[in-house]
């Protein structure tokens, strides 16, 4: 069995930065198929991404990126709520 590695995100690095825009992109159309009206245009996406990319220095924020060997498979992305963060439901809990 292959063993599966998270690697933290980083926004430098457009291996990264392309992996990811694809398989966020994968995701919105994924979750939205059943409301295409849903859906985050495309032209959009990269500026999530770097927004994302943004908090993640800012803020009490992680994301990860999923590999099984050198195949990336996923992300994961976790913030703790800080006053500071405008996405701050309740500080200190998180998700």
Known sequence: MEKINFISY???NI????GFLKLFSDYFDE???ANPED???????PKIINAIGEE????KEWLYLCYKGTHLIGFSIAQIDT???PMC???GWGF
């Open 83 to 85: 006053p500071d963060n």
């Open 15 to 18: 291996n990264h930065y392309e």
């Open 39 to 45: 859906n985050i245009p495309k032209h959009i996406i």
């Open 10 to 12: 980083d926004k430098e």
């Open 89 to 91: 439901k309740k500080a």
């Open 56 to 59: 993640i220095q800012k803020y």
């Open 31 to 33: 979750i939205c198929s």
